[in-house]
């Protein structure tokens, strides 16, 4: 110990003496090793990095050593960031499936909007990879903030087809898209238009929400509009109204009838008065 003193009492080892910590004269109580390890360029990389030096030093018997470095922190979630952001997804969808269950006449539509809504998410963790999206914690939120937009178009698709009146489920599908096709599209284009501005910004942040939100808002259009039209055409929920087109079609002539009888008698009411 009273080498290493006089060493670091000398011009270079003056460099390294806030690296010791002593108590008393020659009790060496702890000391730190500086360790430049080689440029990292992606999360993984650097995630092995931390848990290889912890697990090497965890072997070392001869004293009790720690590794720690700031960027530790972030490190950390990465490590985890796969598992939180599958259980936090799953839970999500475990909601969405509660709710669909509840509002949506059928429990067959609500199945099919919960099939919709996983085809969408693997979708969208598959073009992460060509849109240069690693998993991060930027992206595990608008992952699951994705949840919310992917179900919004096919629920209103579900839930439109569980209330027509046709014979056929290709009935119910072209009345579906008629209702309710228009207002989803306008409902795109306006969301997009929202989020276009983002394209253009430097901000990393903006940026990732602004890739995450075109990926969600096109694949859930494509799915919602288009794939779920099909398959409620060809597996969709019967039509459990018992009422048949011609009737509504009856009962509609009627209704009109009878506003344009209120609508004469106002008129003639009207014309009495002196």
């Known amino acids: 110990m009273r080498i290493l003193r006089s060493w670091l009492q000398t011009p270079i080892g003056a460099n390294f003496a806030s690296q010791f910590a002593w108590q008393g004269e020659n009790e060496l109580r702890a000391f730190q090793i500086l360790l430049i390890p080689v440029y990292y360029q992606t999360s993984e990389e650097s995630s092995n990095f931390m848990l290889d030096l912890r697990r090497d030093l965890k072997s070392f018997k001869a004293a009790d050593a720690h590794a720690y470095n700031r960027l530790f922190v972030f490190y950390e979630s990465d490590t985890s960031i796969l598992s939180s952001t599958l259980t936090n997804m799953a839970w999500a969808g475990f909601a969405v499936m509660l709710v669909s269950v509840l509002l949506l006449p059928s429990l067959w539509s609500a199945t099919m909007v ?122 969709g929920p019967m039509n459990s109204r018992k009422e048949p087109v011609k009737e509504a079609l009856k009962n509609f002539v009627k209704g009109l009838k009878r506003d344009n009888r209120r609508e004469n008698s106002r008129e003639c009411a009207v014309e009495s008065l002196p």
């Open 114 to 235: 919960v099939l919709i809504l996983v085809l969408i998410d693997v979708a969208i963790i598959g073009f992460m990879h060509f849109w240069d999206l690693p998993l991060n914690m930027l992206t595990m939120v608008n992952l699951i903030i994705s949840i919310g937009f992917s179900i919004d178009y096919a629920t209103h698709i579900c839930h439109t087809f569980c209330h027509c009146v046709g014979r056929t489920r290709d009935l119910r599908v072209f009345e579906t898209l008629v209702l309710i096709g228009n207002p989803i599209f306008h409902g795109l284009l306006s969301t997009l238009l929202g989020v276009s501005v983002l394209a253009f910004t430097r901000s990393y942040v903006l940026r990732v929400f602004f890739k995450m939100m075109t990926l969600v808002l096109s694949l859930a259009f494509a799915h919602g509009v288009i794939l779920l039209p099909v398959l409620l055409s060809l597996i």
